[in-house]
């Protein structure tokens, strides 16, 4: 059976593009039944229209708090009973009280190898870090910022010369591969969320999959 996705974005909807294509092509054993923002204008939106699927904008601004807009968001989401919420992209923070009846449902892909540069600006803070390795990481959605337990990792050196935009560019050719992969783990029961962190294969992970850049996890 065919893992049911529900994919939050707030901009570009770059990995959500991505998700599509793998089901397009067979390459990924999924169906995503809508795409979820916080804004109106989010070209992620229109992706998933022009594929046919449902797209919605539930704007934090149309409501009186930001507990409103989770209860509103979510309640749409389980309307449409995903098996996984997936982030990618989304640029808000999410409420303890809905993340906690959705532990080990929701995953987020972030442009840092977690637990290094939470938040905003990774590449920059990387390279103002002096760091020679960067990446990517999807993690498991808990209601620390880019905190919970992190499930598989791209990396990717860091050049003479970088900047954040050569260095985001380069990360970007690894995160989509990376969420790919990680969605196959999960879809094929691999890859669970217990009490004690992230299992794989029935075993508690000793740390994130990595993902190297030719080839697939073995």
């Not at 992209?89 to 892909?109: P, T």
């Not at 870090?129 to 960067?134: D, L, M, P």
């Not at 990360?171 to 783990?185: A, D, K, Q």
Request: aromatic fraction near 4%; charged fraction near 20%.
């Amino acid at each position: 059976m065919s893992l049911r996705l529900a994919v939050l974005a707030s901009g570009r909807g770059s990995n959500l593009q991505v998700i599509l294509d793998a089901i397009t092509a067979g390459t990924l054993d999924a169906e995503v039944v809508g795409a979820w923002s916080d804004r109106g204008d989010a070209q992620a939106l229109v992706r998933a229209r022009d594929a046919g699927l449902p797209a919605y904008a539930i704007r934090p601004r149309d409501f009186t708090d930001r507990a409103a807009h989770d209860h509103a968001l979510f309640g749409a989401l389980d309307a449409a009973a995903p098996d996984l919420i997936v982030c990618a992209g989304y640029m808000r923070l999410i409420g303890a009280d809905v993340l906690a009846s959705r532990a080990g449902r929701m995953i987020n892909i972030h442009p840092s190898l977690l637990p290094a540069f939470k938040g905003l600006h990774t590449h920059q803070r990387a390279l103002d870090a002096g760091a020679t390795e960067h990446g990517a990481s999807v993690h498991y959605v808990t209601a620390e910022l880019d905190g919970g337990p992190v499930i598989a990792q791209a990396r990717v050196p860091v050049l003479p010369g970088d900047d954040a935009a050569h260095l985001s560019a380069r990360v970007l050719t690894h995160e989509h591969p990376l969420l790919l992969e990680t969605l196959r783990w999960i879809a094929a029961g691999r890859v669970r969320l217990h009490e004690d962190g992230v299992h794989v294969d029935g075993r508690r992970a000793d740390g994130p999959l990595q993902l190297a850049a030719t080839r697939r996890f073995a």
